[in-house]
Each structure stands twice: as C-alpha cells, then as structure tokens.
C-alpha cells in the first residue's frame, strides 16, 4: 500500500481502533482469524460509540449507517450505535451565522425575522434551530458543519487505502468487497451533504406520499435552500422515542405503522425511489397525531425489473420459501468464482425456516434480509445494494413498529398488500405511451416475421445454416492444456536423460566422478534434480488450487 504522509495519523488511529475491536469479535463478522474474547464483547460494544466519536464527524456517520447493518456487524454492536444518532455536539452560533449569512447571501436578521441560537439537534454532519419567515411561517434551518466536507474527503481518502489494502491481502476484505462497501458509505455521505438534493427528495416523496393521510413530509422553502443550508416548514410534535405510555393511548399505532408500512412498500416496489433512513430518531407524532417523517438526506433508488425481484424476494421470505427466495437472491446478485450454491441454499434454507417457524408479530423482516446478505457474503455471492438499504430500511420500520404498535406483523401486512401493489405496478407499467411504444414494436415484429421465417427454412433447405457456440471460460481451458503439455514434455526430457546416461555407462573414459563415467552421473544428477522440482512443482500448484477453491 502507497500511504499518503497527509494521512498517517489517520491510518494509525483507525488501525488502533481496528486492533481493539478485533479482539472483542467485531471482525470475526467478516471471517477474521482473531479469536474474540467473550468477556469484551459487551463492553468493548459499548464503547464503541464514545471512539468513533472521538475520531470525528465522519466516523460518526459511519457509526449511524453502521447501526443497521446487521449484515456488516454483529448484533450486539447496533444498538449502542443507535445512539449516536442523536448525541452530538453543536458547533459555534457564530459558525452558523457565517453560513448561513454566505450562502443566503444576507444577514440573517434580514433573510429571518427570527433565529433560534439554540440549535433543536445537532447530528454529524449539521445542525437543525428553528427559525421565522418575515410572513410569519414556522421553519426550521438545516445547517452543515463548517469544513465538514474537506473532512470527509480526507477521512475517506484514508479509508479507501486501507480497504484496497485488506481486500488485496485478507480473506474478509475480499469476501465482504470492503471497498464497494466503503464507496456505497461514501456515495450516501456526499448525497446527504447536499441539502438541494435533500430539498429535491422532500419535493418527490413529499407528491408520492400525498395519498396517505396519516403520513407528513415537510415542504421545504426554496428560495431559503443551498448546497449548505435547507429550510423547511416547522413541524410540531414528540419523537416517538420520547412518547410516555400514557401519550400512546390517545392515537391508533397499529393503525399508523400499517399506513407507514404501505407507503414504503409503494416507494420501494412501484415508485421506485424511497426514504433509506427512517431510523426512530427521524419519526415524529406531530400534535394532530400523523406521522412525520424528518430527514431525507438518504435515499433510494430502484429499476423496475428490481422491484419485480424484490417483491418476489420478499414475498418468498414471508413464505417460508427457501428455494424461491435462493433463485431471487442468486438472479439479481454477481458472484465470486469460489461461489458455492449448495452452501448459500442450505444457509439460506436454515435462515428462512428460522424466520418462519417464529410467530408472526416476531419476524423480523428486514432483519432477515440483511442475514440473507450477509450468508451470500459468507458464500460468495456480492447481493446489490438496493437489497441491503431494502432490508436496512424494513429493519428500521420494524423498531419504530415495535414503538408504535408491537403486536403489528409486518409479513402479513407485505402478503395482504402484494396484489395492491402488482396492481399498481400494471397501472405504472400500462400508461398509454408505453402501450403505443409496445404496438409499434409488435407491428415491427410481425411484418419482419415471414421474411425471417423465409430464410430460416431456405437456410435448413440449402444445408447452409450455422450455429455459433460461444464458449466460456476458453482461456482457463487453454492454461490447463499449456500446463499439462509442459509437464509432458519435461517428463521426456528427464527420461531421456535416465536413457542417455544408462547408455554413456558403458562408455570408458578418463572423466570419472566416483569411479563411475562422469558424463553419465552427471544425466542421473540432471534427472534427479529436475524429477525433485517438477514433484514439488506439481504438489505446489495442486496445494494452491485447493486453496483457492476453498475460498
């Protein structure tokens, strides 16, 4: 690895903390040699959280996108990651102002009539005060954190050196593609810094999500939004996390978490573009007892023919279908070439019997799907990324579920809304564009069809048609050939020598090395030698193959 002199520190404080957590399990996730020590599991989980923070704003969200990932982290490291989505500390008024003033391109006393110093929240990578328009509205004032993004960038430049570097010479930093893992994290990182991407995602899900009457999402104010600071409506209510019981007995949770749970299903499998962070700290109860969602800085995408997989998916995990869930989950993911299906079915087998054989208000859906990643994982098998932020997502939904409504099952809500939503998929699919699209190309192919046929049955008729195989894989089978033929050939070689020299032992001359004919023992030495290295030869590379067949 070439280290970066501007980065140094950096590379010792995270292969310090890499050395820490190593003993405690963390990396056995991923098939690391380390033996972890049980007696540091539960503390060393806890301490986690105060380290990252210690290591800045960047570690910090990745502690936060960590915190979900049951497929990258053993269980018990989650939930005192959960807690650094609200514990951070705030930066400077002055810093805000400074910002703020930059990029509105005014005083705030002129762009506000007026601003909270006080901030509301302050999370990694910016800080939310409320605020008033001059005509009176309620809002609230997104700003980032000064310098953050030089910091990240030079975080990240660290980080992308060092997962190079494992997936080059580890056996988990190949299996787990670190630094696909790691560009995905940074991707998220850079969207969620760009608040007039956020403002856009507010404006998109905010019209998609218009139909639920139980379901709010901010307007943002866009004349008041830049690249580093967002504004948007106030909206009033509690964190669910910090409703008392008693406040829970005046609205229907069921109610709202099955709405909540529609409209991500639409977003996901019709829509095509979804919320990929509803963590509990970004879910309020708003004071007319609707659900808010807050923060859109992370969102995700997915293709049409992906969302007909991930629906098959999931419709196979609520099942109990372990073969059809295997099929999706192999169609829709690339594969390693020690690839081993048999291992992945059985995995995967034992993981949605597990799941089905729980009661149904148990099943954690998107729990389940995250330890379906992380079995392809084991097994070699690389799952996209859409798969992991679904069951990131779902896994979320399933926390704010057990706070809203713990009774709620969300394997049946998914099997009683799988025909709404294929219904809503046609309508999607069946807009009168597309259909005229679909005709004309129908049209093409009929009136080619009896000319094609014509030269298909000439050729047959004239024995004149051809098939082209495409063989696979060629140069393999050709180094395969090359070795055998070498070996072969370095076989007549030596007994040539074997012959030669049993022949020049009849031969008298003054040249004698231990009262024998010189030349000759020295074609028996020759063979000798070259016998020894293509043994070892041959033992060597068998050694290395199984080696790598294993892994």
């Given at each position: 690895?070439?280290?970066?002199?501007?980065?140094?520190?950096?590379?010792?404080?995270?292969?310090?903390?890499?050395?820490?957590?190593?003993?405690?399990?963390?990396?056995?996730?991923?098939?690391?040699?380390?033996?972890?020590?049980?007696?540091?599991?539960?503390?060393?989980?806890?301490?986690l959280?105060?380290?990252?923070?210690?290591?800045?704003?960047?570690?910090?969200?990745?502690?936060q996108?960590?915190?979900?990932?049951?497929?990258?982290?053993?269980?018990?490291?989650?939930k005192?990651?959960?807690?650094?989505?609200?514990?951070?500390?705030?930066?400077?008024?002055?810093?805000?102002?400074?910002?703020?003033?930059?990029?509105?391109?005014?005083?705030?006393?002129?762009?506000?009539?007026?601003?909270?110093?006080?901030?509301?929240?302050?999370?990694?990578?910016?800080?939310?005060?409320?605020?008033a328009?001059?005509?009176?509205?309620?809002?609230?004032?997104?700003?980032?954190?000064?310098?953050?993004?030089?910091?990240?960038?030079?975080?990240?430049?660290?980080?992308?050196?060092?997962?190079?570097?494992?997936h080059?010479?580890?056996?988990?930093?190949?299996?787990?593609?670190?630094?696909?893992?790691?560009?995905?994290?940074?991707?998220?990182i850079?969207?969620?810094?760009?608040?007039?991407?956020?403002?856009?995602?507010?404006?998109?899900?905010?019209?998609?999500?218009?139909?639920?009457?139980?379901?709010?999402?901010?307007?943002?104010i866009?004349?008041?939004?830049?690249?580093?600071?967002?504004?948007?409506?106030y909206v009033?209510?509690?964190?669910?996390?910090?409703?008392?019981?008693?406040?829970?007995?005046?609205?229907?949770?069921?109610?709202?978490?099955?709405?909540?749970?529609?409209?991500?299903?639409?977003?996901?499998?019709?829509?095509?573009?979804?919320?990929?962070?509803?963590?509990?700290?970004?879910?309020?109860?708003?004071?007319?007892?609707?659900?808010?969602?807050?923060?859109?800085?992370?969102?995700?995408?997915?293709?049409?023919?992906?969302?007909?997989?991930?629906?098959?998916?999931?419709?196979a995990?609520?099942?109990?279908?372990?073969?059809?869930?295997?099929?999706?989950?192999?169609?829709?993911?690339?594969?390693?070439?020690?690839?081993?299906?048999?291992?992945?079915?059985?995995?995967?087998?034992?993981?949605?019997?597990?799941?089905?054989?729980?009661?149904?208000?148990?099943?954690?859906?998107?729990?389940?799907?995250?330890?379906?990643?992380?079995?392809?994982?084991?097994?070699?098998?690389?799952?996209p990324?859409?798969?992991?932020?679904?069951?990131?997502?779902?896994?979320?939904?399933d926390?704010?579920?057990?706070?809203?409504?713990?009774?709620?099952?969300?394997?049946?809500?998914?099997?009683?809304?799988?025909?709404?939503?294929?219904?809503?998929r046609?309508?999607?699919?069946?807009?009168?564009?597309?259909?005229?699209?679909?005709?004309?190309e129908?049209?093409?192919?009929?009136?080619?069809?009896p000319?094609?046929?014509?030269?298909?049955?000439?050729?047959?008729?004239?024995?004149?048609?051809?098939?082209?195989?495409?063989?696979?894989?060629?140069?393999?089978?050709?180094?395969?050939?090359?070795?055998?033929?070498?070996?072969?050939?370095?076989?007549?070689?030596?007994?040539?020598?074997?012959?030669?020299?049993?022949?020049?032992?009849?031969?008298?001359?003054?040249?004698?090395?231990?009262?024998?004919?010189?030349?000759?023992?020295?074609?028996?030495?020759?063979?000798?030698l070259?016998?020894?290295w293509?043994?070892?030869?041959?033992?060597?590379?068998?050694?290395?193959?199984?080696?790598?067949?294993?892994?």
């Amino acid at each position: 690895m070439k280290l970066s002199t501007h980065n140094l520190k950096r590379y010792k404080d995270i292969a310090l903390l890499f050395a820490r957590y190593s003993r405690s399990g963390m990396t056995s996730r991923f098939g690391a040699d380390t033996e972890p020590d049980p007696a540091l599991n539960g503390h060393e989980a806890e301490e986690l959280p105060n380290d990252l923070e210690r290591l800045g704003p960047t570690f910090v969200k990745l502690g936060q996108l960590l915190s979900s990932r049951l497929d990258l982290l053993p269980e018990h490291y989650l939930k005192p990651l959960s807690r650094l989505q609200d514990k951070v500390k705030p930066f400077p008024y002055r810093d805000v102002e400074l910002i703020v003033e930059r990029e509105l391109g005014t005083k705030i006393s002129k762009a506000f009539s007026s601003f909270d110093p006080e901030p509301l929240a302050a999370a990694s990578l910016g800080q939310v005060h409320r605020a008033a328009l001059h005509d009176g509205r309620p809002v609230v004032v997104k700003v980032q954190r000064p310098d953050i993004q030089k910091q990240i960038r030079d975080d990240f430049a660290a980080l992308r050196e060092i997962a190079q570097t494992l997936h080059r010479h580890t056996r988990f930093g190949e299996r787990y593609q670190l630094p696909k893992v790691l560009e995905e994290f940074e991707t998220t990182i850079a969207n969620e810094l760009d608040y007039r991407r956020e403002c856009n995602n507010l404006l998109t899900l905010g019209a998609s999500l218009r139909e639920f009457r139980r379901i709010q999402i901010p307007r943002p104010i866009d004349d008041y939004t830049t690249h580093r600071i967002l504004t948007m409506e106030y909206v009033e209510g509690t964190k669910i996390t910090e409703l008392s019981p008693l406040a829970r007995l005046d609205f229907d949770g069921k109610a709202l978490i099955e709405e909540l749970f529609q409209a991500y299903l639409k977003q996901v499998l019709v829509d095509g573009t979804f919320h990929a962070d509803p963590h509990a700290g970004n879910v309020f109860l708003t004071t007319d007892y609707r659900i808010a969602l807050l923060d859109l800085g992370m969102v995700g995408h997915t293709t049409p023919t992906m969302q007909e997989n991930l629906l098959k998916l999931l419709l196979a995990v609520s099942e109990g279908d372990s073969d059809e869930a295997a099929d999706v989950a192999i169609q829709i993911s690339d594969t390693a070439d020690s690839f081993d299906e048999m291992q992945f079915r059985h995995k995967l087998g034992q993981l949605v019997a597990q799941h089905h054989n729980s009661k149904l208000h148990e099943v954690d859906m998107g729990k389940a799907l995250l330890e379906l990643a992380r079995s392809a994982a084991d097994t070699g098998i690389y799952v996209p990324i859409e798969l992991t932020l679904l069951g990131k997502t779902l896994l979320q939904l399933d926390q704010v579920g057990q706070i809203l409504a713990p009774e709620f099952d969300p394997n049946e809500s998914i099997r009683r809304n799988a025909s709404r939503i294929l219904n809503r998929r046609m309508k999607s699919i069946l807009t009168e564009g597309k259909l005229f699209t679909s005709l004309l190309e129908a049209r093409q192919f009929l009136g080619a069809l009896p000319m094609r046929l014509n030269r298909i049955f000439d050729a047959i008729g004239n024995a004149e048609l051809n098939v082209k195989v495409k063989a696979t894989e060629t140069q393999f089978l050709l180094d395969g050939f090359q070795k055998v033929a070498n070996r072969i050939t370095t076989g007549l070689i030596l007994a040539a020598l074997i012959v030669g020299a049993a022949l020049l032992m009849q031969v008298q001359t003054s040249f004698r090395i231990f009262g024998y004919p010189g030349l000759a023992i020295l074609c028996f030495l020759g063979a000798a030698l070259g016998g020894i290295w293509l043994v070892a030869n041959i033992l060597w590379q068998d050694h290395k193959s199984r080696r790598r067949n294993r892994h």
